[in-house]
């Protein structure tokens, strides 16, 4: 078998040169469906006007993942442009440009703590600021936080191997994050409208989003993390092209799923402004703290009062 640059079989030096090409293409492609769907859920959120703080963080994950982008870009183009002399050139040319790759991996991961922070922070509000939800969330936030220096030493010292392990449990405590929020506010919906029927009808939608949107990050992620601890070294040619196209899938993906379900939400209001029972309309349901929450953890009073008690504006999503 003959080697490329650095004594790399040249079946892994072609399957890298493929996905350096391949996976921004996948990416833009994905991007590119994200970037529409961002300007419709900021155009919904500026008709209603109360969603800043989530228009905040959404637009600063829309930065990272196009910073993401960006640099993958440039990566491609440092490689099949600027190191095109021969092929073993090209090759070299992956690790050329140690900078914008750690750039690449800090965005990356930036998007992700983003996401996990507002899915955190509507499980938070939701149950009315409780301390316990607090404290979980905040050690698993900061776990995460505590990983990309990690991982970044370890890139910047080409620890591929090591680095691949610390970027897997980013991604691990990411879906944990993701699995657990969205059952605890599942689980929240539930117990709040369980004493009512119609209520807990009325809210079945607003379940079906947050399963919808969690499972589309989840699953994504899940699979990038298995692939990212199983591949030791690039043996597996078939793994590694999987690993890599999933890492491009997954940056697009870490912004779509929240903000398709902050539109979804939003968008939800007017479906329902012909419900039978107007006054129990989805946007009821706020990511604030409000009275309803609090009446509705008061036993003394009664499903009625909760039902009047809720708040009409629109979902702070």
């Known amino acids: 078998m003959s080697s490329s640059h650095g004594g790399l079989p040249r079946p892994i030096g072609e399957a890298l040169l493929d996905v350096n090409l391949g996976g921004p293409l996948v990416q833009t492609l994905l991007t590119g469906i994200y970037v529409i769907l961002y300007a419709q859920t900021m155009i919904l959120f500026n008709k209603h006007g109360t969603q800043r703080f989530h228009s905040i963080i959404l637009t600063l994950l829309f930065c990272m993942i196009i910073i993401n982008m960006g640099t993958n870009w440039y990566q491609t183009r440092s490689i099949f442009i600027l190191h095109n002399d021969t092929w073993s050139t090209m090759v070299a040319g992956v690790s050329a ?41 905040t050690v698993l936030l900061l776990a995460e936080i505590a990983v990309l220096p990690i991982t970044l030493r370890l890139r910047s010292e080409h620890k591929l191997g090591s680095g691949q392990v610390f970027t897997s449990v980013y ?51 899940l699979i990038v993390s298995v692939l990212l601890a199983l591949d030791k070294g690039f043996t597996n040619i078939p793994r590694m092209k999987a690993m890599f196209y999933g890492l491009a899938i997954i940056t697009p993906v870490t912004g779509i799923a929240p903000t ?38 008061n036993p003394s009073r009664s499903d009625s009062t909760v039902v009047v008690a809720a708040p009409q504006g629109p979902i702070d999503t």
């Not at 750039?103 to 996401?115: H, P």
């Open 260 to 297: 398709l379900m902050a539109a979804r939400l939003v968008a939800g209001m007017k479906t329902t402004q012909s419900d039978t029972y107007p006054s129990q309309q989805i946007s009821a349901l706020r990511f604030t703290r409000s009275t309803w929450f609090r009446g509705a953890q």
């Open 171 to 221: 991604f691990f405590i990411s879906v944990g994050i993701t699995i657990l929020a969205t059952t605890l506010i599942i689980f929240r919906i539930i117990a709040l409208t369980g004493r009512g029927g119609k209520a807990k009808r009325r809210y079945r939608y607003i379940i079906e989003v947050l399963i919808e949107s969690g499972a589309l990050y989840s699953c994504t992620s």
């Open 97 to 137: 440009g140690q900078d914008l790759y750690l750039l690449g991996i800090v965005s990356q991961f930036m998007a992700v703590l983003l996401a996990d922070f507002l899915m955190a922070w509507r499980c938070y509000v939701l149950w009315d600021q409780h301390i316990a939800v607090f404290a979980v969330f």
